[in-house]
């Protein structure tokens, strides 16, 4: 039986982030191949809530660029 993954304070619900293979971001001078990064929300309702708005054009890039980032749901 595999143990139940949960974050800070036993939020259960999360979000992964991590940049895909290959991308320009991940050069050593920049972030470097090992970055990512989790958030934790107490319900599902909060993380996809979160979700959505990752997902959205980010207000201070350029029209037509998106970040190449990855995104995936942890659920308990």
Do not use: C, F
Not at 3 to 23: L, Q
Not at 58 to 73: T, V
Request: proline share 11%; hydrophobic share 35%.
């Amino acid at each position: 039986m595999s143990a139940k993954v949960t974050g800070p304070h036993g939020k259960p619900y999360g979000i992964a982030v991590s940049m895909p293979e290959g991308d320009p971001m991940s050069a050593p001078h920049l972030l470097g191949d090992e970055w990512s990064g989790t958030r934790w929300y107490a319900t599902a309702a909060e993380r996809n809530t979160a979700l959505a708005a990752m997902k959205n054009q980010p207000a201070y890039y350029r029209k037509g660029d998106s970040p190449s980032i990855l995104l995936e749901m942890i659920d308990p």
